[in-house]
Nanobody, 124 residues
């Protein structure tokens, strides 16, 4: 089975930084497009960032451009989300997702595999 496990969430003050990790098991990360999504209470799951299987392209939601960076290490079967200059509005459960594709979808319905999520809370 393909499994994704997120880690690295926690409580941080506004302006601080966190780095989320997503470990893939059951297969190799190579050839998987990977994305990060987040969901706050009462809101739908929204796109944050995505990266192509070979890291040749990335995409970010406008709300995180210039603050967040998605990266991957296929040899370690791990995807990262570096989050800087965090704001209270960034508070949410963050999920990583994967799809065996050369494309980098930005809609959650197009991803086949999901992690359990990790909570990020940014205080004022």
């Amino acid at each position: 089975q393909v499994q994704l496990v997120e880690s690295g969430g926690g409580l941080v003050q506004a302006g601080g930084s966190l780095r989320l990790s997503c470990a893939l098991s059951g297969t190799t990360l190579s050839r998987y497009a990977m994305g990060w999504f987040r969901q706050a209470p009462g809101k739908e799951r929204e796109f944050v960032a995505a990266i192509r299987w070979d890291a040749g392209n990335t995409n970010y939601d406008d709300s995180v451009k210039g603050r967040f960076t998605i990266s991957r290490d296929n040899a370690k079967n791990t995807v990262y989300l570096q989050m800087n200059s965090l704001k209270p509005d960034d508070t949410a459960v963050y999920y990583c997702a994967g799809r065996l594709s050369t494309l980098i979808p930005v809609t959650p319905q197009l991803y086949n595999y999901w992690g359990q999520g990790t909570q990020v809370t940014v205080s004022s």
